[in-house]
């Protein structure tokens, strides 16, 4: 944090202003017009580039034609899509005209999206591929929708439904509408107090509830979090988390602010995101742990199979990297002797790490789940900041590490505007210009959200160490009691097993029992290779996790991952799964955290076998 800036007066002075995020994308139109690309996506198998002026016209012409589909002030439009030019397009489009855009994760089952719409009462949806429109057409007759608005012209849809248009169509209709002023003026009028979205929690512990979120919320994030981190207009993010989830949406925001450039990836998944990384080579990116989990398993695995004279080379090279990035990060000169040899480690190895993810790296942001310390340090060593942070939907960013604010295990430092105290139970309760309104139509839960005196309560337990930085312990909810009366956190034995490449999932169970089991996934193309390795013979997978070679693998990968834990924390008995929880079978969120509940109830033979003698 930069103590010479007082963020509260600045904050205050920019409110006074009333712009909003409808605004300040107008304003970077009128500055760079067509020469300064805003955006890019790859929607259609090519890179295609949208400057700042043609950004702002198809918003305009987006704004025009919702205006002619009757959208008012404070209405509702849903946005069901991976991310694309066209998602933000939407997004800045209901901003400029007083609207509110509600994201829809676009993997949420028809069910999910049902409910959404029905709770906020959507009635113009925009859609993107054959699976969404399939979805919003399976549910049509029982919602409030009126237009369906299809992104991808390419599926297959009903042209006689009238309820149906092409997004081309729609664009065009908004652009001969000459609705133009009716929109400046709607722009012009609008202020930091005016609600823009309604954000629908991903509801691992039950329905998702719609959070709704001010421009003046966004905008205390943005001022909150931005100051340490020098963004140039040359600079790059690559969207890669969905633009349904408010960490990626926030950050993409910020990046524009700052007059640098967003590529959309249309697809959260690793081998997707890998071509996109070569591709666009970003200087920025959101990202979850389990992406850099299954990057350092990759990279550890191939180090492993070198000969011990390269892993020794390896080893030495990572020891000169991390003397180096400790110096940079404490801001002290490096020798020239540690110089030369750390330009020699980087051109033997640290530079492959980079190169994955396009060698252009300044920082990369990761949360959403509890992280491993050992994976974050050893991409600090190769050159790869990743900067961890906590939030949340109901109150945005609470801390976030920064390039000399770096501590690893734990979430950072407390962000500016934001207020943190830990409660009498262990829970972290937040309070900034961020927070939410409370949850649309849902004025009980609302009310549970607030403390007394109006501070949010997280439902996490953790604490702020001597040197102010965050430690998040687990969910207040996801904290078990064994029959013993001891409490366990499941999150901290997961991220342990989950440090291992043979691991790809890991639920902790134990609640009321007598002692902590395990439902483990493996990583199957980890298990695979070892087995052709070994001679281990097998015809499936339900075959595969029974065999007692690879039930001994397991035992023993276990006690060694999870040896510092406390006696009773660790895990007595495991079983193998051979599918991965889905958010298809309801076990995962969209952001990939486990459904302890589902998965309990889905899995109770299985857990109860673990614990019949």
Known sequence: MNSSIDYEKEFQDFLAKDDHLGKMVHKRAEKFGNTKVAVRHKAFGQWEEFTWGRFVEIIDNCAMGLLEYGVKEREFVGIFSNNRVEWAVADYACFSIKGCSVPIYQSNSAEELKYIVNDCTIRILFVEKQEHYDKAMKILPETSVEKVIIIDHRIN????????????D??????????????YKLL???KTDDLSTLIY???TTGEPKGVMLTHKNWLAMLFATGYYIPIIESDVNLAFLPLAHVFERAWSYFILCCNARVDYCHEAKPEVLMQFLQESRPHYMCSVPRLWEKVYAKVMDGVSQMPPKKQKIFNWALEIGKQVAYMKKDQKPVPFGLKFKHKVADKLILHKVRDLFGGRNKVYNCGGSAFSGEISEFFFKCGVLLLQGYGMTECFVITVSNPTRNKFGTCGPVVPLMKVRISEEGEIQATSPSQTQGYWNKPELTKNLFTEDGWVRTGDIGHI???????ITDRLKDMFKTSGGKYVAPQQIETLLKEDIFFEQAAAIGDGKNFVSALIVPSFEQLELYCQKQGIKYSSREELVNNPEILKLYRERIDARTEVLGQVEKVKRFTLLPEEFSQENGELTPTFKIKRKVISERYKDVINSMYKD
């Open 188 to 190: 012009d009028s609008g």
């Open 170 to 183: 729609f664009i065009e209709m908004g652009s001969r509408s000459g609705r133009r002023d009716e929109v």
């Open 157 to 168: 849809y009903d042209k006689n439904n009238s309820k149906v248009i092409l997004y081309k």
């Open 465 to 471: 160490d001597e040197e102010g930085y965050l430690v």
């Open 201 to 203: 929690t991903s509801g």
